[in-house]
């Protein structure tokens, strides 16, 4: 299976444009974003759990990276509500279940070899930093040698300057509404834009994304 599988493309998906489908787990549903390969994959997915839903126990062959859209994720490490980062490492394992139900943005086999952070964030209760504009905070989430991940809040009217992306971007807008030149993108919109794309973003009613660079594949 391959679904936007061309990194060198741009790609926008807005609310309007979810197609969920069944998962091998019951209750458990999935809107694709991108993918190549079939039930093992590198996938980028924003998957939605019914009250008392659960995957089998699993090892992250490629590591797994998630944040907390609503409700509350569990597994054998605990409880992680709404606004929580974890990244879990290549050969870490879990059995993931939910009480209340959840949906969770997860990219999996995406992980470099040498990056074996393990950790959690309740990005809830952390302090954001002054960012690059005036209007700008920033939440530090991780960075590596291949990526930098980050919560950015804009506040209403901001606007931020034009850029290229080294290694490429990736938004998943969690509020508000994120712009560029080239577009609206309303809260659940998710965005990728290619190595050494440009754009110009604001955000007119201001937003909170969650935003990655430099880890798009360009060779």
Same mark, same amino acid.
């Given at each position: 299976?391959?679904?936007?599988?061309? %990194?060198?493309?741009? &790609?926008?998906?807005?609310?309007?444009?979810?197609?969920?489908? #069944?998962?091998?787990?019951?209750?458990?549903?999935?809107?694709?974003?991108?993918?190549?390969?079939?039930?093992?994959?590198?996938?980028?997915?924003?998957?939605?759990?019914?009250?008392?839903?659960?995957?089998?126990?699993?090892?992250?062959?490629?590591?797994?990276?998630?944040? *907390?859209?609503?409700?509350?994720?569990?597994?054998? #490490?605990?409880?992680?509500?709404?606004?929580?980062?974890?990244?879990?490492?290549?050969?870490?394992?879990?059995?993931?279940?939910? &009480?209340?139900? $959840?949906?969770?943005?997860?990219?999996?086999? !995406?992980?470099?070899?040498?990056?074996?952070?393990? %950790?959690?964030?309740?990005?809830?209760?952390?302090?954001?930093?002054?960012?690059?504009?005036?209007?700008?905070?920033?939440?530090?989430?991780?960075?590596?040698?291949?990526?930098? *991940?980050?919560? *950015?809040?804009?506040?209403?009217?901001? !606007? %931020?300057?034009?850029? !290229?992306?080294?290694?490429?971007?990736?938004?998943? *807008?969690?509020?508000?509404?994120?712009?560029?030149?080239?577009?609206?993108?309303?809260?659940?919109?998710?965005?990728?834009?290619?190595?050494?794309? !440009?754009?110009?973003?604001?955000?007119?009613?201001? $937003?909170?994304?969650? &935003?990655?660079?430099?880890?798009?594949?360009?060779?």
């Amino acid at each position: 299976m391959r679904i936007n599988a061309d %990194f060198t493309k741009r &790609v926008v998906v807005r609310p309007d444009d979810y197609n969920w489908v #069944s998962s091998p787990a019951a209750g458990v549903e999935r809107m694709m974003l991108d993918r190549i390969g079939d039930e093992v994959a590198r996938a980028t997915t924003i998957v939605r759990f019914t009250p008392g839903s659960y995957f089998d126990a699993h090892t992250h062959d490629g590591g797994e990276e998630y944040l *907390v859209l609503e409700g509350t994720f569990s597994d054998e #490490s605990g409880d992680y509500p709404a606004g929580s980062y974890v990244r879990n490492p290549i050969g870490t394992s879990h059995k993931p279940h939910t &009480v209340e139900g $959840c949906t969770i943005l997860v990219k999996l086999h !995406q992980f470099a070899e040498d990056d074996t952070a393990h %950790f959690s964030v309740n990005t809830t209760s952390e302090a954001f930093r002054p960012g690059a504009v005036e209007g700008l905070s920033v939440l530090p989430l991780h960075s590596a040698h291949n990526e930098n *991940v980050a919560l *950015v809040r804009w506040a209403p009217g901001t !606007q %931020f300057n034009a850029h !290229q992306h080294w290694g490429g971007e990736e938004i998943f *807008v969690l509020d508000g509404t994120f712009e560029d030149e080239h577009g609206r993108y309303p809260k659940g919109s998710w965005l990728r834009s290619p190595h050494l794309s !440009q754009h110009t973003p604001f955000s007119k009613e201001g $937003c909170l994304i969650w &935003v990655k660079t430099g880890h798009l594949p360009f060779e």
